[in-house]
């Protein structure tokens, strides 16, 4: 069956280091994964694309990488602040290349 | 500014009654969308439209309906029929033709009373 895993644990981090967040997915073939930030009630709000041709893209602290061999993608965010606590949400297109399947998202808090 | 706006930000209903969530969008945008979100699960898609006047069912359909009259618009129904009702509404837009980033709303909560 078709999944996408997120790390549903809440990942805690220091102020100033690395998150770095997981995305996994079984039984896709995505030609693109996307990844947004969802507050508590709020909605998302869209952060980076990535296409299955890059290995990476960059965006001011936010990087993600994506490796279709290994079905898998890292976002990280680089010098983390308390202000970059929220849900990450990864989405990847499925059955079709406008719709797209959301991940449970993973927590992340940083620590002052 | 552009946006999209979701009314009203708490829905309460009564059993055996149909509810409609509003959808409004002013990006200009072609494809809109409806999703679902309970604690423990990831957004999963109701409806989408890919142009006015169409629309597909997604993931889980069965006890919604939705119209698509106008391009800015895109109101969600939540009938009877669905036994349960109760979770976060997300309405989406983006360009269309895929590979695009979706813009969302603020969300509706639905209740049972």
């Known amino acids: 069956s078709q999944k996408i895993e997120q790390n549903s644990e809440a990942l805690n981090i220091q102020e100033g280091k690395t998150a770095t967040l997981t995305c996994n997915y079984t039984?896709?073939?995505?030609?693109?994964l996307q990844w947004y930030r969802q507050d508590p009630g709020r909605g998302p709000v869209f952060l980076l694309l990535i296409r299955e041709n890059e290995k990476e893209k960059r965006k001011e602290r936010l990087k993600v990488t994506f490796d279709t061999t290994l079905k898998q993608s890292l976002f990280h965010i680089t010098a983390s602040q308390p202000a970059d606590s929220a849900t990450y949400l990864c989405a990847l297109n499925s059955g079709g290349y406008q719709k797209v399947t959301f991940g449970i998202g993973t927590k992340l808090q940083v620590i002052p | 500014d552009g946006g999209i706006t979701q009314s009203p930000k708490y829905l309460f209903r009564k059993e055996g009654q149909n509810v409609t969530l509003s959808c409004e969008q002013n990006?200009?945008?072609?494809?809109m969308y409806w999703y679902r979100q309970d604690p423990g699960q990831g957004l999963r898609l109701i409806y989408y439209?890919?142009?006015?006047?169409?629309?597909q069912k997604g993931d889980i359909a069965e006890g919604y309906s939705v119209s698509r009259e106008k391009k800015e618009s895109f109101p969600l129904t939540v009938t009877s029929a669905q036994k349960n009702p109760t979770a976060f509404y997300l309405c989406?837009?983006?360009?269309?033709?895929?590979?695009?980033?979706?813009?969302f709303g603020d969300g509706t909560r639905l209740s049972i009373l």
């Open positions: 989406a837009s983006s360009i269309a033709g895929g590979n695009q980033p979706q813009h």
């Open positions: 439209s890919q142009i006015v006047n169409d629309f």
């Open positions: 039984n896709y073939s995505p030609a693109y």
């Open positions: 990006l200009n945008h072609d494809a």
